[in-house]
């Protein structure tokens, strides 16, 4: 709306500079100018407009001037301007008083005025600036119904309707759960923790079209509802969190909500609006942006429970190029057995923060995504990763142990691996070892000699020393999984030995080769997946 400002900027008021009203007041949006000394004028206005008057249907008396005041401050009047020099000459205290009580605007004019020329001005740049408000409106609703229909999705709708607008806008479903919204700042985000105080009031369906409700809080909002195959969907919401919302944006609700329903109408762009949604609350928990109280919250919103002990889960696969499949995979698997989940995906990694009524519940679960592998076609499964129990605000940490987890599992023969942080041993000090060359030096002290020994052959020996290590350090139960006889595998692991230096019938030596076995994987690991 146009401000007190401009329009007492305006050269038919004659005013100059402002500078007799402090900043705030003029600030104050201002819808219409009226010129009135009706004693009953309050009756014909509807609120925020401004009062221009000469004071002469207030009356004498000082309890008039209140009366007077109070009847406007009540009809919604922001401002009101008197001429001095025809009711008044200075003015009455009572008129001052009862204004600073209503919190009503009061200024003086002491000049002659051409109030007809005063008001073809100050509508003129009021009309102007609805009209820019219009135009804007249409746009705003048209390019986001452009993207809508042309197949751009409901998010990059709700991004261009909001950036269009200037306010933040929230899509829900008929559960009040939010599944989509663009923002234009990131100050406007933190509304979004209390969406269902604002959602489940104020709002009626009985409306109809978009309309305007102010909620509890003092938050104007401009919502459509939107319905799918003849059955009410759930609403589209302008919120007034980053500047006023005006009657023209109803405009741009109505045509975005019109074309949103269409994308809707695809099953699929609904479940993978919904999934991002979640992907973008799981990064914020992750990287601790909110509050743990304002998580549960939000995750409510989707029908998901994270309370209690937490799992986060990684899954990755080789093929990064089928987005929608992995995480449809990954989504309906999980769901199977647990009682709520987050699930975010990006470049063939799915991570999942997982409640789980059960440890067994859990094992089904990695087992089943372990299985999906049996599929033949894309994408392929490499490994999963399965961080310990957590709770909510301690996530972070599970992803931690999730991301060490995943990096110690690795391939047998084309087949994927899950590794438990629990089991991992002294696998978990890898991780946080392997950007030093501590521990790439104790592989090389341990195992060079053998690997170097392995270029250079096509009958290599780590094989059988990591299969004899496996099995216990028996000779004899190496022979039968290598399908070699006894004497191979003794002449083999003498020559072990011989290029490492160590005796393998020593325990000491076993587990040192053991923990150098188990770091050359982890560095291959990472290796064959661009971690190092």
């Known amino acids: 709306m146009v401000q007190l400002g401009e329009l007492l900027r305006l050269s038919s008021l004659q005013v100059g500079e402002p500078s007799f009203l402090p900043p705030e007041d003029l600030e104050t949006p201002i819808r219409w100018v009226h010129v009135s000394d009706h004693p009953r004028v309050a009756e014909a206005l509807a609120g925020g407009e401004l009062l221009l008057t000469h004071g002469l249907g207030i009356g004498g008396a000082e309890q008039n001037g209140a009366q007077w005041v ?49 008001t073809m001005e100050c509508h003129a740049l009021i009309l102007d600036e609805q009209h820019g408000r219009l135009r804007r409106a249409l746009a705003a609703g048209k390019d986001a119904g452009d993207i809508a229909l042309s197949g751009g999705g409901v998010q990059q709708t709700l ?35 209390q969406w269902e105080d604002h959602s489940r009031l104020s709002h009626s369906s009985e409306l109809g079209g978009a309309v305007a409700v102010r909620d509890a809080a003092g938050v104007e909002c401009v919502f459509a509802d939107l319905t799918v195959r003849g059955v009410r969907w759930g609403r589209l919401h302008l919120l007034s969190l980053h500047a006023p919302v005006h009657p023209e944006d109803a405009i741009a609700v109505h045509q975005a909500s019109v074309a949103i329903v269409a994308s809707l109408a695809q099953d699929r762009e609904f479940k993978g609006l919904a999934t991002g949604a979640q992907g973008d609350l799981l990064s914020d928990i992750f990287a601790q942006r909110i509050k743990p109280s304002d998580a549960l919250r939000r995750a409510r919103l989707f029908g998901v429970d994270l309370s209690g002990d937490l799992r986060v889960i990684i899954v990755e696969y080789a093929d990064g190029d089928h987005g929608i499949a992995i995480r449809e995979a990954v989504r309906a698997t999980v769901e199977d057995d647990a009682s709520g989940q987050l699930l975010l995906t990006s470049s063939g990694r799915a991570t999942v923060l997982a409640k789980f009524p059960s440890v067994d519940a859990l094992a089904r679960t990695v087992a089943a995504l372990s299985r999906s592998q049996d599929k033949t076609v894309p994408p ?11 709770t909510l605000p301690d996530a972070f940490v599970g992803l931690d142990e999730a991301s060490r987890a995943v990096s110690a599992a690795y391939t047998h023969s084309g087949t994927p691996t899950a590794r438990y942080f629990e089991e991992l041993g002294v696998e978990r000090l890898f991780a946080g070892m392997s950007d030093g060359h501590d521990l790439e030096n104790f592989v090389e002290s341990m195992l060079g000699p053998l690997l170097a020994h392995d270029a250079r052959t096509n009958k290599p020996l780590l094989p059988i020393l990591e299969t004899y290590l496996m099995l216990g350090a028996s000779k004899t139960s190496a022979a039968k999984a290598l399908y070699m006889s006894r004497r191979s595998v003794y002449d ?19 587990i040192d080769l053991s923990v150098a076995l188990r770091a050359l994987r982890h560095f291959r690991s990472r290796r064959d997946h661009g971690e190092a």
């Open 492 to 510: 083999k692991l003498d020559e072990v030995e011989r290029l490492t230096g160590r005796a393998l019938d020593d325990v000491a030596s076993q």
């Open 159 to 193: 991004n261009c309707l909001s950036e269009g607008i200037g306010n933040p806008v929230v899509l829900e479903d008929n559960m009040h759960r939010i599944v989509g919204h663009g923002v234009p700042s990131l100050a406007a985000t933190s509304f979004v923790n």
């Open 380 to 390: 392929r499964l490499e490994r999963i990763g399965v961080s310990g129990p957590h």
């Open 70 to 118: 109070t009847s406007l401050a009540g009809a919604g009047v922001e401002a009101i301007g008197i001429r001095l020099g025809h009711a008044f000459h200075d003015l009455p205290e009572s008129i001052a008083e009862a204004c600073r009580h209503h919190d009503v605007i009061l200024f003086t004019l002491n000049h002659r005025l051409d109030f007809s020329e005063v």
